[in-house]
Structures are given as C-alpha cells and as structure tokens.
C-alpha cells in the first residue's frame, strides 16, 4: 500500500514547485496576508512556507494529511466548484507520501502552537521512542510547513531533478506568478542561508507595482489594462498585456483562472499569432491574464498536475480573449 500511495503521490507531486504551489494555495486559502518562503537545493533538500492564516486546530492536526481531509467543501455546490481542479484534499496528503512534512501552527484561540510530524500521511514521532501527537510550543497565528528531502523515498524521481538551480527557477516562477496575481499580499522568497530575497513583494503593491518589480522596470509604462466582461459566455477577463513597444526574446505568459496558476497552450498559441502581427519577429510579448468563468466551463478532465486546462466552448472562449486582446492593441496603436 506504501508503494502504491508513493507512486500516486508522485503524479501529483511530479517536483518541488507542485509541492510549492499547493503548500502556497493552502495558505492563500487560509486567509493570509503574508507568505514566506525559503528554499534549500531547489526545494529537494526543504521546502519551508510561513503564513500568518488562520491556522490548523489542534484537534485537526492528526488528519489534515490524510487523503481527502480537506475543511473547504461545505455545501454541495461548493463541492461542484472544487472538483473541477480535481481531486482535493489530496496535497498534504501526497506530500507526506514523498517526503518529511512538519507542521507548526497555531489558531487565533489556542493560548500556544502546536508542532507536528508527518509521514505516509500519519503523524509521526519525531524521534524513536517519543510520542507523535502534537506538541505545544511557541509560535505565531498560523503556519509553518516545512517539507524535507522531497523524493527521499523515490530515488528514479529524486535522480531526474539533480538541476536543482532549474527546480529553484520553477518555485520562482510559481512565486512570482501568485505574487503578481495576490497583489496586496506580500510574499518573499529566498534560498536557505542567503540575506537576499528573490521574490519580495509588498502588502501595499498594486499589480501593476508587482508586474513592474518582478519583471522590469520599465515594463509597467508599456503595459495595457485588460477588463473586459464577455457576457454571453459568462466570462470575466482581466489583466496586463505588453503593446507593441515591449519585447524580450522568451514570451512571460501569466494565467489564472478562478484564482488558480494554470496553463493553457491552446490561448497560449493564439495570443502568439496575435502578436506576431505586432511586434517585430524574434520577439514576446507580456501577457498577465485572469479569467473568471462558471466552473461548469472549465474541463474537469485536467491534467495530473492539474495545470493544463481545457474549457468547454475552447474555441469561443479562446477567440474572445484573442479579441479582447486585439481590441487593445490595435486601439493603443492607432
Ligand atoms: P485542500 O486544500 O484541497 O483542502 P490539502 O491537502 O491541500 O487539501 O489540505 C488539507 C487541509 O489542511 C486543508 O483543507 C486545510 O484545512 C488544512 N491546511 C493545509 N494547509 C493549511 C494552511 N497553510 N493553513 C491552514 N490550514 C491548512
Ligand atoms: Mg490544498
């Protein structure tokens, strides 16, 4: 049973930033306003998050790594909502499967923290001998995740990732992604032992400040405001699009939908062509997009790593945002 959890959880945990992006999902879901990340060898050796949410009760902290433990699913449709990012409940639990999780974490009514440890989704003590319930200790509102040599356990998966400075760029990329999408939540993101973040974000950033620091100076006064309500197919577009004067050799292609870090090649490609008419050859764009959509809409025949999306209407769908896109640029060009 051991074997087939790992290898399940590998599916889901394929690298340290899917560990990243659902540890930092939890606590954006908890409610926090600050997040702070540190990372040794791209994540394999430790993954730490701290956040200042709510926090786990006590009583919850012997199940919240068990699958299918999640407290986000209250009514019904809340439950038509949340499956369509698929499974949940299932990304402690995963973590737990392929690495050592430790949780510190304190409630706004509990009088101290309490410190745990996890392993194949149980708690464990944290030495031989000792008990493995939770211990009080000190700590502030909220929690401490911190995840150790991720894939100790898998030595094929643990091999293929010897690139660490690579994985450290994809927790990055995850970071930034979410910090320009949570503007007025300030992140940062730093390796073990450094003094320096690479990611720092401030709790009084607008996005347009978040998109300038992260990606450039000079981005900001080239960018273009995308707001948009597309009424017949129920859909919210939001956003920042590069114009014509902007261009860097590799294309930053940021998409959220519902709130959630996804891809998609399909808009990806279309948003490209658009382009392509714009700005000179051998040249990117920008492109920061939000959606908002009915969940009904969105396929939930996703990938694995829950990334990849399709939607129901892809093609109206895409050729609406393609339009909104083009309005925008056409306009600011003439
Ligand atoms: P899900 O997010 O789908 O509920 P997870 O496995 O990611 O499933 O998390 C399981 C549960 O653990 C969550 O529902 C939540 O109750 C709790 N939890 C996880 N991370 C945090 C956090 N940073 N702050 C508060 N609660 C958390
Ligand atoms: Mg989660």
């Given at each position: 049973e051991a074997v087939i959890n790992r290898i399940a959880a590998g599916e889901i945990i394929r690298r340290p930033s899917n560990a990243l992006k659902e540890l930092l999902e939890n606590s954006l879901d908890a409610g926090a306003t600050n997040i702070q990340i540190l990372v040794k060898d791209g994540g394999l050796k430790l993954l730490q998050i701290q956040d200042n949410g709510h926090g786990i009760r006590k009583e919850d902290m012997a199940i919240v790594c068990e699958r299918f433990t999640t407290s986000k699913i209250e009514t019904f449709e809340d439950l038509s909502r949340i499956s369509t990012y698929g499974f949940r409940g299932e990304a402690l639990a995963s973590i737990t499967h392929v690495a050592h999780v430790t949780i510190t974490t304190k409630t706004a009514d509990s009088s101290c923290a309490y410190r745990a440890h996890y392993a194949d989704s149980k708690l464990v003590p944290p030495?031989?001998?000792?008990?493995a319930e939770p211990k009080p200790c000190a700590g502030n509102i909220g929690s401490l995740i911190t995840v150790e040599d991720l894939f100790y356990n898998a030595p094929t998966r643990r091999e293929a990732l010897k690139n660490t400075s690579e994985e450290y760029k994809r927790i990055l990329d995850v970071v930034n992604r979410y910090a320009i999408y949570n503007a007025g939540i300030s992140f940062t993101c730093k390796k073990q032992g450094?003094?320096?973040?690479d990611v720092s974000t401030l709790a009084n950033a607008s996005t347009l400040d978040n998109i300038r620091q992260i990606y450039g100076s000079s981005t900001a006064s080239e960018l273009l405001e995308l707001k948009k309500d597309v009424e017949s197919l129920d859909l919210k577009v939001k956003g920042y699009v590069s114009n014509a004067n902007y261009n860097v050799k590799k294309m930053a292609f940021l998409l959220f939908i519902n709130h959630r870090a996804v891809e998609s090649l399909a808009l990806k490609k279309t948003i490209e062509s658009i382009y392509a008419n714009f700005l000179p050859k051998g040249t990117h764009p920008f492109i920061y997009i939000s959606l908002e959509m009915?969940?009904?809409?969105?396929?939930?025949?996703?990938h694995t790593t829950k990334r990849e999306v399709h939607f129901l209407y892809e093609d109206e769908i895409i050729a609406a945002i393609g339009d909104v896109i083009h309005e925008r640029l056409a306009g600011a060009d003439t």
């Open positions: 030495k031989p001998g000792v008990s450094s003094n320096i973040a009915k969940p009904q809409n969105i396929d939930v025949n996703v």
